[in-house]
């Protein structure tokens, strides 16, 4: 699942509505959280069904003036039940039909005025201890966490952040590790980090594999924020490569004759395919019990042999002659696989180069 969210300044302009659509399909974003929309609730509903058609969305229009928040969402992936809507954020539960996880999702646009955001730290407080769930806050909070958020401008004060700062800590709220831009917004002459993706411990037990990358700002002064949940890490599966020296063990040729021999109806392409799939598992096993880190098993069966000739020399009649010949026989056809792996491997990296 990936959510978004982006303070675009203005979604009533062509080129920036462009920018979004793309953005949120390029990346496959399930939910979007646009902000500061500078349009009104006709004009908003109109923009996701021209644009998304089939999405849902909400938005906190009739609580603030100018539009401040809006949301869509994919049905089709995940389904949305509205919890909360109020001026500077809103707060949904969200399911994914994908992975079946259930999260709180709070998408903030804090006020310009510091004395007007103590509203929101007071909102987040008392939706952080309403709920159980997993739960991810982000947005353009506003207000910079530390001194080191901001550079250039007005020297940044303890008074200016202690307020987010005190919400933050007694939240139990942390940043998702992040890419990209360091800071969220620039007007070209000061930058500061005003865009934040956190979440609760509830999250961070839930065992998520999360992340956010803040993007370039293209046509607003924000960056837009894009976050990945998964319920596992996305492990990239390595290929499957047959190797020559397989051919060398002496039931090679009955495991591919039995998964040929495997009784499958369907189409002549369909019985192919599930007899390749047998004889790739079968493949495996054989490799896994009888080439895995095949340099070091040729090496060992080597050394084992030159021991059990030293010995016997020491004390001739020591091993039988059946004992040492099964040495010598295990050793040269490690040697041969050996030889045959790092000749494969060496023509894989010239044809690559």
Excluded at 66 to 85: A, H, K, M, N, S
Excluded at 246 to 264: E, G, L, Y
Excluded at 288 to 305: N, W
């Amino acid at each position: 699942m990936k959510i978004g969210v982006w303070n675009i300044r203005g979604i009533h302009q062509t080129p920036k509505q462009i920018e979004l659509v793309k953005l949120i399909k390029d990346l496959s974003i399930h939910l979007f959280g646009v902000l500061e929309t500078k349009c009104n609730d006709t004009y908003f509903a109109d923009f996701v069904r021209r644009r998304l058609p089939s999405w849902e969305f909400t938005h906190n229009f009739s609580r603030v003036k100018g539009g401040r928040i809006g949301i869509f969402w994919d049905p089709v992936f995940i389904t949305v039940d509205t919890l909360e809507i109020e001026e500077q954020c809103i707060s949904l539960r969200v399911a994914c039909k994908v992975t079946s996880s259930i999260v709180v999702v709070t998408v903030v646009y804090g006020f310009n005025s510091l004395v007007k955001r103590r509203t929101l730290w007071d909102s987040l407080l008392r939706i952080g201890s309403a709920i159980n769930e997993p739960w991810m806050v982000l947005g353009d909070f506003n207000s910079v966490l530390s001194a080191a958020d901001r550079v250039r401008g007005r020297v940044v004060r303890p008074y200016d952040y202690k307020d987010f700062l005190s919400c933050v800590t007694a939240l139990g709220l942390t940043d998702l590790p992040s890419a990209g831009c360091r800071y969220t917004w620039s007007n070209n002459n000061i930058w500061a980090k005003l865009d934040r993706v956190m979440v609760n411990h509830g999250w961070l037990a839930a065992n998520f594999w999360s992340s956010v990358n803040f993007l370039a700002p293209s046509l607003s002064d924000h960056s837009p924020a894009v976050a990945s949940i998964f319920a596992e890490p996305m492990v990239k599966r390595a290929s499957f490569k047959f190797f020559n020296m397989w051919t060398s063990h002496p039931s090679f040729s009955d495991i591919v004759r039995a998964a040929w021999n495997i009784a499958v109806e369907g189409t002549a392409q369909f019985k192919l395919v599930t007899k390749l799939k047998h004889l790739k598992k079968d493949l495996i096993t054989l490799n896994k019990a009888h080439f895995s880190h095949i340099l070091e098993r040729a090496q060992a069966a080597s050394d084992a042999l030159k021991q059990a000739q030293i010995e016997s020399d020491a004390a001739p009649g020591l091993f039988s002659s059946d004992y040492l010949s099964g040495l010598r026989n295990t050793a040269v056809l490690l040697q041969q696989a050996a030889a045959s792996f790092v000749a494969q491997n060496k023509s894989a990296v010239f044809s690559r180069e």
